[in-house]
């Protein structure tokens, strides 16, 4: 998974973000730990509102970015 793919959320009830889709938009070292922390990713669902997780196979990859 990397920044730019279209990815889709597991269905995870009561979350809103539950079988939504969205846009990697970061996969890095997680930001609020600084460096040496584990990746993490944060997908965009909706203008202003994301999500964020640290295993990759939390969410299935529709589209690849280029």
């Given amino acids: 998974m990397k ?5 889709r ?6 979350y ?7 846009i990697v938009d ?6 609020v730990l600084g460096p040496g922390a584990p990746i993490s ?3 965009i ?3 202003g509102k994301y ?6 196979s939390f969410a299935k990859v529709i589209s690849e970015g280029r």
Wanted: net charge negative; proline share 14%.
């Fill in 41 to 43: 990713y944060r997908v």
């Fill in 26 to 31: 970061f996969a890095g070292p997680d930001e």
């Fill in 16 to 22: 809103w973000w539950s079988d939504r889709v969205g």
């Fill in 3 to 7: 920044v730019g793919d279209l990815v």
């Fill in 51 to 56: 999500v964020r997780f640290g295993d990759p």
């Fill in 9 to 14: 959320l597991p269905i995870v009830s009561p």
């Fill in 45 to 47: 669902v909706e203008p």
